[in-house]
């Protein structure tokens, strides 16, 4: 009988080999769920459990030819629409009454790869797009604060933080989180679990509460490099997981930016990935204002992009300016931390993608893509926080692998649409780690 902390591989294993039945694991996650998640003083990484999991589960029988998802436990984030008896909230009080009337692109395809949906997770309140006060990673009005798995006294990161938690302690197999800046690398980092941003555009964002469409990514989670290839493989379409045998470093070119702060770890990592082949290449830099025409980009979008959401689905709620109006009549349950970026989106931008900022931040941007694809003449891969927060921006695809010798992590970005080469190197890096 495989347990929660079981990879995808070991549980299809199981049930090929007639020791466990799909509704005897979906089950044992929604008891581990019950003991150290939604319990008094619990890590709160769940913010509602499918009523159905159980019934689904008791439905399904293994096979010769499952597909890849086959009767695996999955979370997904709070902002991913289901079709069924679950609420999608990004985390707000306001939108609690929102039953999605359809599926999520990413929703459709991970049933029809066989996953059993057990939840969904809780997550910093729309995104962390609410506020520029003191709101905590991880902190919604409607799930409460979400909890580190190993240290509470650790920020867990966010806005994916429930996704990333639940992934730690056990609570599921896989799960999905989304990103806009920064939300699945951070909290898969902090909390030690594979967390993997694809390249934007790759991943369908239909059905997701939006900040920016220019921006916003759902992305896998998970405990290993092959569940991660997996899962991205049925959210993109295609199969990773045949490029992950006989992986190595040898001759991989890694560009190391020039001003970063290195550490003791980040040295001892840099030092493993020298003796496994791999050519440390420093002095690589990418000129460029990221933060401001990321800023700019995803506040002119922001109320245009949530406005269409909220005219696809059914809630009291019918775009921005009703949701402010509901968080300052319910102050006392939906504005612990305020709502200053929606009151700024709500009053001073038109929805309309017409605004001279915002264009002149596009046209920045393509500039940034350019000056971003041309460090890659000189290497195959970049390493570090530096470019990792910057590659959203543009849209280039990340991977962050836990090194808990080191006490790190590995966060690695490529061109785009070479997941290939991110998934490649983890697997490496990952077999080098287990040496």
């Known amino acids: 009988m495989p347990n929660t902390f079981s990879s995808i591989s070991e549980i ?31 890590l709160k990484s769940v913010i509602e459990v499918n009523p159905d999991a159980l019934k689904i589960a008791e439905q399904m029988q293994p096979h010769d030819s499952m597909p890849p998802l086959f009767g695996i436990p ?3 984030k709070d902002n991913v629409n289901t079709f069924d008896r679950m609420h999608t909230t990004a985390g707000s009080v306001a ?19 066989g996953a059993v949906i057990i939840g969904k997770a809780n997550m910093t309140e729309f995104a962390n797009y609410m506020t520029s006060g003191a709101m905590p990673s991880g902190y919604s009005s409607r799930g409460g604060q979400v909890l580190h798995p190993h240290d509470v006294a650790v920020n867990p990161s966010g806005s994916s933080s429930g996704s990333a938690v639940a992934v730690a302690a056990g609570l599921c197999t896989v799960s999905i989180g989304t990103e806009t800046s920064g939300s699945i690398i951070s909290p898969a980092g902090v909390c030690g679990v594979v967390g993997l941003k694809p390249t934007a555009g790759l991943v369908s964002g239909h059905g997701i509460i939006p900040i920016s469409s220019t921006f916003d990514t759902a992305g896998p989670m998970s405990r290993n490099v092959r569940d991660t290839a997996v899962l991205l493989g049925v959210l993109a379409g295609q199969d990773y997981t045949n490029v992950l045998e006989n992986c190595a470093l040898k001759g991989v070119r890694v560009g190391i930016n020039k001003s970063i702060e290195k550490d003791e770890n980040f040295d001892k990592l840099c030092q ?7 050519i440390i290449v420093d002095d690589i830099t990418v000129e460029g204002d990221f933060r401001q025409f990321r800023r700019d980009i995803m506040r002119y979008e922001f109320k245009g992009c949530l406005n269409h959401y ?19 009549a319910n102050a006392h349950v939906a504005l612990k931390y305020g709502q200053d970026i929606l009151l700024d989106a709500q009053n001073t931008t038109t929805g309309n993608f017409t605004e001279a900022a915002y264009l002149e931040a596009l046209l920045y941007r393509e500039k940034m893509i350019g000056a971003f694809d041309a460090v890659f003449a000189n290497c195959d891969i970049l390493l570090g926080d530096s470019f990792v927060y910057n590659a959203p921006a543009v849209g280039f695809p990340t991977i962050t692998i836990p090194v808990k010798q080191f006490n790190t992590r590995a966060a690695f970005t490529a061109q785009k649409y070479n997941e290939v080469l991110l998934l490649k190197i983890g697997s490496a890096l990952e077999r080098q780690l287990c040496e």
């Open 74 to 76: 999955i979370l997904l």
């Open 310 to 328: 909220l005219s696809t689905v059914n809630t009291k709620v019918r775009n921005l300016g009703d949701i402010v109006e509901f968080n300052q």
């Open 272 to 278: 493993l990935l020298s003796s496994a082949g791999a």
């Open 12 to 42: 299809h294993a199981a049930y090929r080999g007639g020791r466990a039945t799909v509704k005897e694991v979906v089950l044992a996650c929604l008891t581990r769920i019950a003991e150290i998640d939604a319990c008094e003083g619990g």
């Open 95 to 113: 939108l609690a009454d929102n039953y999605a009337p359809y599926d999520a692109d990413i929703t459709t395809l991970l049933r029809q790869a």
